[in-house]
């Protein structure tokens, strides 16, 4: 009898002079974890042994792989994506560290390509020395959606248990907000998350709030008319297409009276006005998700936090989470994936006791 495929999760070591190994070492530690899935750790072997000396952590029973295709089903994999002239520095950011964590992300990157790996949970990185003539990005989401999109759009969804935020616009200075939420934009990323929500959440008529983008929604005006040109438009848009969203809500209500409990999903113009709340809330087991691509890939919604690297201070508690919904978005789509393939046909008798066969999207005539 044929076995089930034993999922393979790629990880990228992210900063090495973060808390990145830390968190990793301590989701892997758990022997529960090489049980749901087959670990890929890309970095360092050598970096990963420092951590855990620092960390005063007990051995951990790794396998020292060539490549993906070598992995063992039941250990904890570790790829060598460096070469052993490598310098960790503890709480800082260098340029050695900028180019480690690249690395690590193109060597993953390439072996999802090639359908080494199933799903991607990537460590934190730092935005600003990862910059090379290689990594011109603002983050992993842009960058991943230039090489592993095929020309779909990403969405950045930070998701807690029911609490799923996604952004309109992402990694970008304040003052090009306004001219980069538009209509056509607004209305993409409902799609997108809309989309999401159904194929990789398994909800059949997702609801989707969207916020507003100034104060107290404009106020009919009075502060922006913003909400009346842009996002209104956009709402009617989206509901004549099917779409069950709803707004725009101005964000300080929204989240102070937890009104977001009664959607699936919320949509914010901008980072800050949907991730501030979103971490108030759910910091401590918030997963990044990256919505929109073929490619299903996570990681914890936290950064290096080089103020308390090499502490053993770090929560490990997004990171497992970040590990746990990657594997569980990977099972939603093969069955959306399944079930969108090959609609079952329906039978049923007619009066006359002939039996007529249709699809699911007919439906017999009533009496």
């Known amino acids: 009898m044929a076995q089930n495929h034993k999922i393979k999760v790629g990880i990228t070591q992210g900063d090495i002079n973060g808390i990145g190994y830390e968190v990793i070492l301590k989701t892997l530690s758990d022997s529960r974890i090489t049980e749901m899935c087959t670990p890929v750790v890309y970095g360092s072997p050598k970096v990963m042994a420092y951590h855990r000396k620092a960390l005063d952590f007990p051995p951990i029973n790794f396998n020292i792989a060539a490549d993906a295709s070598s992995v063992l089903p039941s250990r904890v994999n570790i790829i060598n994506c460096m070469g052993e002239e490598v ?199 918030g997963v990044n998700f990256t919505a929109g691509l073929p490619i299903v890939r996570t990681s914890p919604d936290h950064g290096t936090a080089y103020d308390i690297a090499g502490q053993n201070l770090a929560s490990e508690a997004s990171f497992r989470q970040a590990l746990y919904t990657a594997i569980d978005i990977y099972g939603h789509r093969k069955v959306y994936a399944e079930m969108s393939a090959n609609p079952l046909k329906k039978q049923y008798f007619d009066k006359s006791g002939d039996k007529e066969v249709l699809d699911l999207q007919s439906e017999p005539k009533e009496d």
């Open 87 to 285: 310098r960790v520095e503890l709480s800082k950011s260098t340029p050695q560290g900028g180019e480690a964590a690249y690395l690590a992300l193109e060597a993953a990157v390439a072996d999802m390509e090639k359908g080494l790996i199933d799903v991607l949970v990537t460590a934190p990185i730092n935005k600003n020395n990862i910059q090379s003539e290689s990594f011109s990005f603002p983050g992993h989401t842009e960058y991943l959606e230039s090489r592993l999109g095929k020309g779909a759009r990403s969405l950045m969804i930070l998701m807690c248990d029911n609490l799923r935020v996604a952004l309109v616009t992402g990694h970008i200075p304040l003052s090009e907000v306004p001219k980069q939420v538009t209509k056509e934009k607004i209305l993409e990323k409902l799609q997108i998350f809309n989309t999401c929500l159904k194929q990789d959440f398994q909800i059949v008529k997702p609801r989707i709030a969207v916020l507003s983008m100034n104060p107290h929604a404009g106020d009919g005006g009075l502060l922006g008319i913003e909400e009346n040109d842009t996002i209104i438009p956009a709402l009617k848009e989206a509901e004549a297409a099917g779409i069950l969203c709803f707004g725009p809500y101005a964000s300080d209500g929204f989240f102070g009276s937890d009104h977001y409990k009664k959607f699936d999903g919320v949509l914010a113009m901008y980072h800050d006005q949907g991730l501030a709340p979103f971490k108030a809330i759910a910091m401590e087991n």
